[in-house]
C-alpha cells in the first residue's frame, strides 16, 4: 500500500487546485443553466421540483451518516497502512449502503408519497407531474446511496482530481440537459427529472469502473464483516441524529415556507440556494481536500500538527468564503437582476440570509471533522442535532403571528451559533489538547477582525454609490483587495508569508519561461 503522506502541503495545494479548477467550471455552467431551466421551467414548476425532490433529501437523512462513517474508517485504516481491514471495511460499508437504499425506497413510496399526495401545496394540474418527478428522485436517490462507498474511496485516497473531472463532465451534461428542454414539447418538468437522473446513473457507472480497476479494496462482494460493521453502524448510528436534525431543518424550512407562502417562495429558496452551493464551493473544495489529512494526522497520533491543521483550515476557508461571497451580500439583487429574467420575490434577502449562515457553518466545520477523526460523534451529533430542530417550531410560531418567509433563516443563524459553542466544548472533551481558548485566540478573533477590517470601505462604496456595473466593480474590487490584504498581513503568520511569497515567484517565473519561448 502506498504510504500517505498526512499534512502534504504539496497534495493538499494540488488536490485544491485541481477542485477550483472544477468549481469554476461548474460555476459558470451553473449560473447559466439555473437562469434558463427557471425561465424553461416556470417559478411554480421550478418551485415544484425543489420541494418535491426536496422530500427524497429529508428522507434520505441517513445517506449522510453512512457516507461520514465509511468515509472515516476508510481513511483512518488507509492512515495505519492495514490493507485487510481496508477492504474488510469496503465490504461492509458496500452491504451496508445497498440494505440501506432498499429500505429507504420502501419508505419514500409509502410514507413520503403519502406526504406528498396529502401535505404540499401543488396546483391540481401539476399533480401528476409533481408524482411522476417523486418516483423519479426516488431512484436517482437509490443510485446516490449506493455510489457512497465508491465516493469514500475516492476521498480517502485523496484522488480528487477525479472529482474535478467528473464534476465538469457532469456541468457540460447539465448544460446539454437545456438545450433538450429547450427544443421538447414534452412535459419540461418530468424530462428534467428524467435527464437529471440519467447523469447520475452516468456518474455512479463511472465511479464503480474507476474504483474497482485502481484501488484493491473495492472487491464487489456482498457478505456481512461483523466487527466493522458494527463499529461502523455504531458510529452512523450517534451520527444519524444529527444528520436527521440538519435534513429536517433544511427541509422543514422548505415545507413551511411552502404552506404559509406557497411554491413560489419556494423558488426563490431554490435560487438563493443554487447561488450559495456555487459560492461554497470554492471553500468546500479545500475542507474535501483537508478533511482526509485531519483523519490521518489523528490516526497517526499527531496532535500538534491535527490541532494546526483544524484551526488554520477554519480560518481560510472562511476567510476565502467571505473573499468570494461578501460582493454578493452586498449586491444580490444587482446579480439576482442580471442573471434572472423574473427574479422570485424574497430571492436577495434568501441568498444574503444564507451566505451569513454558510460563514458560521464554514468556520466550524474543520471542528467537526476533528470530532469524527476522533471516532466520538454521540455528543455532538445528540447537543447540536436539539438545537437545530428548534428552527422548526420556532419558526411555525413566526409565521403563525404573521411573520415573513425570512424569519426561519433568521433563527437558523442564531441556532447555528448556539450549537457551534457546544462544538468547541465536544473537541476539547476528546482532544484535550484542543481548547476552546486556543481556537478563539487562533481562529475565530482573527477572522472576526479581518472580515469586519475588509468590510469597511466596500460598504461604503456600496452606500455612497448608485446602482449598477460602475458600483459592482467597485465592491468587488474593494472586497477582494481588502481582504487578501490583511488576510496576508494578519492571518498568515511569518511562515506562510514567506512559502506565499516563494509560490508566486515560482508560478511567476514559470510563466515567464513560457512566455519567453
Same mark, same amino acid.
Given at each position: 500500500? &502506498?504510504?500517505?503522506?498526512?499534512?502534504?502541503?504539496?497534495?493538499? =495545494?494540488?488536490?485544491?487546485?485541481?477542485?477550483?479548477?472544477?468549481?469554476?467550471?461548474?460555476? !459558470?455552467?451553473?449560473?447559466?443553466?439555473?437562469?434558463?431551466?427557471?425561465?424553461?421551467?416556470?417559478?411554480?414548476?421550478?418551485?415544484?421540483?425543489?420541494?418535491?425532490?426536496?422530500?427524497?433529501?429529508?428522507?434520505?437523512?441517513?445517506?449522510?451518516?453512512?457516507?461520514?462513517?465509511?468515509?472515516?474508517?476508510?481513511?483512518?485504516?488507509?492512515?495505519?497502512?492495514?490493507?485487510?481491514?481496508?477492504?474488510?471495511?469496503?465490504?461492509? *460499508?458496500?452491504?451496508?449502503?445497498?440494505?440501506?437504499?432498499?429500505?429507504?425506497?420502501?419508505?419514500?413510496?409509502?410514507?413520503?408519497?403519502?406526504?406528498?399526495?396529502?401535505?404540499?401545496?401543488?396546483?391540481?394540474?401539476?399533480?401528476?407531474?409533481?408524482?411522476?418527478?417523486?418516483?423519479?428522485? !426516488?431512484?436517482?436517490?437509490?443510485?446516490?446511496?449506493?455510489?457512497?462507498?465508491?465516493?469514500?474511496?475516492?476521498?480517502?485516497? +485523496?484522488?480528487?482530481?477525479?472529482?474535478?473531472?467528473?464534476?465538469?463532465? %457532469?456541468? !457540460?451534461?447539465?448544460?446539454?440537459?437545456?438545450?433538450?428542454?429547450?427544443?421538447?414539447?414534452?412535459?419540461?418538468?418530468?424530462?428534467? *427529472?428524467?435527464?437529471?437522473?440519467?447523469?447520475?446513473?452516468?456518474? =455512479?457507472?463511472?465511479? $464503480?469502473?474507476?474504483?474497482?480497476?485502481?484501488?484493491?479494496? @473495492?472487491?464487489?462482494?456482498?457478505?456481512?464483516?461483523? %466487527?466493522?460493521?458494527?463499529?461502523?453502524?455504531?458510529?452512523?448510528?450517534?451520527?444519524?441524529?444529527? #444528520?436527521?436534525?440538519?435534513?429536517?431543518?433544511?427541509?422543514?424550512?422548505?415545507?413551511? &415556507?411552502?404552506?404559509?407562502?406557497?411554491?413560489?417562495? #419556494? *423558488?426563490?429558496?431554490?435560487?438563493?440556494? &443554487?447561488?450559495?452551493?456555487?459560492?461554497?464551493?470554492?471553500?468546500?473544495?479545500?475542507?474535501?481536500?483537508?478533511?482526509?489529512?485531519?483523519?490521518?494526522? $489523528?490516526?497517526?497520533?499527531?496532535? %500538534?500538527?491535527?490541532?494546526?491543521?483544524?484551526?488554520?483550515?477554519?480560518?481560510? @476557508?472562511?476567510?476565502?468564503?467571505?473573499?468570494?461571497?461578501?460582493?454578493?451580500?452586498?449586491?444580490?439583487?444587482?446579480?439576482?437582476?442580471?442573471?434572472?429574467?423574473?427574479?422570485?420575490?424574497?430571492?436577495?434577502?434568501? @441568498?444574503?440570509?444564507?451566505?451569513? #449562515?454558510?460563514?458560521?457553518?464554514? =468556520?466550524?466545520?474543520?471542528?467537526?471533522?476533528?470530532?469524527?477523526?476522533?471516532?466520538?460523534?454521540?455528543?455532538?451529533?445528540?447537543?447540536?442535532?436539539?438545537?437545530?430542530?428548534?428552527?422548526?417550531?420556532?419558526?411555525?410560531?413566526?409565521?403563525?403571528?404573521?411573520?415573513?418567509?425570512?424569519?426561519?433563516?433568521?433563527?437558523?443563524?442564531?441556532?447555528?451559533?448556539?450549537?457551534?459553542?457546544?462544538?468547541?466544548?465536544?473537541?476539547?472533551?476528546?482532544?484535550? %489538547?484542543?481548547?476552546?481558548?486556543?481556537?478563539?485566540?487562533?481562529?475565530?478573533?482573527?477572522?472576526?477582525?479581518?472580515?469586519?477590517?475588509?468590510?469597511?470601505?466596500?460598504?461604503?462604496?456600496?452606500?455612497?454609490?448608485?446602482?449598477?456595473?460602475?458600483?459592482?466593480? !467597485?465592491?468587488?474590487?474593494?472586497?477582494?483587495?481588502?481582504?487578501?490584504?490583511?488576510?496576508?498581513?494578519?492571518?498568515?503568520? &511569518?511562515?506562510?508569508?514567506?512559502?506565499?511569497?516563494?509560490?508566486?515567484? +515560482?508560478?511567476?517565473?514559470?510563466?515567464?519561461?513560457?512566455?519567453?519561448?
Amino acid at each position: 500500500m &502506498q504510504d500517505p503522506i498526512v499534512g502534504s502541503n504539496k497534495r493538499l =495545494m494540488k488536490n485544491t487546485m485541481m477542485l477550483y479548477l472544477r468549481m469554476i467550471l461548474v460555476i !459558470v455552467i451553473g449560473l447559466f443553466t439555473g437562469r434558463e431551466v427557471l425561465r424553461i421551467l416556470g417559478v411554480v414548476d421550478y418551485g415544484i421540483y425543489n420541494v418535491v425532490g426536496g422530500i427524497v433529501t429529508l428522507l434520505a437523512f441517513m445517506y449522510g451518516s453512512l457516507g461520514a462513517s465509511t468515509a472515516r474508517f476508510l481513511t483512518y485504516e488507509i492512515g495505519r497502512q492495514n490493507e485487510a481491514k481496508l477492504r474488510d471495511t469496503f465490504t461492509a *460499508a458496500l452491504t451496508v449502503h445497498l440494505g440501506l437504499a432498499i429500505i429507504l425506497v420502501i419508505i419514500f413510496e409509502t410514507v413520503g408519497l403519502w406526504f406528498v399526495l396529502h401535505k404540499l401545496t401543488i396546483p391540481v394540474d401539476r399533480m401528476h407531474a409533481a408524482i411522476v418527478v417523486y418516483h423519479i428522485s !426516488v431512484f436517482t436517490c437509490f443510485l446516490q446511496i449506493t455510489q457512497i462507498p465508491y465516493n469514500s474511496v475516492i476521498i480517502a485516497h +485523496e484522488r480528487m482530481d477525479v472529482f474535478a473531472y467528473i464534476g465538469m463532465a %457532469e456541468a !457540460v451534461a447539465k448544460l446539454l440537459i437545456v438545450y433538450v428542454l429547450i427544443y421538447s414539447t414534452a412535459d419540461r418538468l418530468i424530462l428534467y *427529472a428524467v435527464l437529471y437522473m440519467l447523469v447520475s446513473l452516468a456518474t =455512479m457507472s463511472f465511479y $464503480h469502473w474507476y474504483c474497482v480497476s485502481r484501488f484493491k479494496e @473495492c472487491v464487489l462482494q456482498f457478505k456481512i464483516v461483523k %466487527e466493522v460493521s458494527i463499529k461502523m453502524l455504531s458510529f452512523a448510528s450517534w451520527d444519524l441524529y444529527g #444528520n436527521l436534525s440538519v435534513s429536517v431543518r433544511g427541509q422543514g424550512i422548505n415545507i413551511l &415556507q411552502n404552506m404559509f407562502f406557497g411554491p413560489v417562495v #419556494n *423558488a426563490a429558496s431554490a435560487v438563493s440556494n &443554487q447561488v450559495m452551493n456555487g459560492i461554497m464551493g470554492f471553500a468546500n473544495n479545500f475542507l474535501t481536500a483537508v478533511n482526509p489529512q485531519i483523519v490521518k494526522l $489523528h490516526a497517526k497520533g499527531d496532535m %500538534e500538527r491535527f490541532k494546526n491543521l483544524i484551526c488554520n483550515s477554519s480560518k481560510f @476557508c472562511t476567510l476565502l468564503l467571505f473573499l468570494i461571497s461578501f460582493p454578493v451580500f452586498l449586491e444580490s439583487q444587482f446579480i439576482l437582476n442580471l442573471w434572472l429574467v423574473d427574479v422570485p420575490d424574497y430571492s436577495s434577502i434568501f @441568498c444574503q440570509l444564507t451566505i451569513v #449562515n454558510n460563514w458560521v457553518s464554514i =468556520m466550524f466545520r474543520p471542528v467537526i471533522y476533528g470530532i469524527y477523526a476522533t471516532g466520538n460523534v454521540k455528543r455532538v451529533s445528540f447537543i447540536n442535532g436539539t438545537v437545530y430542530l428548534l428552527v422548526l417550531p420556532l419558526s411555525y410560531i413566526f409565521l403563525k403571528n404573521g411573520g415573513t418567509p425570512a424569519v426561519p433563516l433568521v433563527l437558523n443563524i442564531l441556532l447555528l451559533i448556539v450549537g457551534h459553542f457546544f462544538t468547541l466544548q465536544t473537541i476539547h472533551m476528546y482532544v484535550p %489538547e484542543f481548547s476552546q481558548r486556543y481556537f478563539l485566540i487562533k481562529t475565530l478573533i482573527p477572522t472576526l477582525l479581518i472580515m469586519a477590517g475588509a468590510s469597511i470601505l466596500p460598504i461604503i462604496a456600496f452606500l455612497q454609490l448608485n446602482s449598477g456595473w460602475g458600483r459592482f466593480i !467597485v465592491v468587488t474590487f474593494l472586497s477582494i483587495s481588502v481582504t487578501s490584504l490583511l488576510t496576508y498581513k494578519y492571518g498568515f503568520n &511569518q511562515a506562510y508569508r514567506v512559502k506565499f511569497r516563494r509560490f508566486i515567484y +515560482e508560478k511567476t517565473c514559470m510563466v515567464r519561461t513560457l512566455f519567453c519561448r
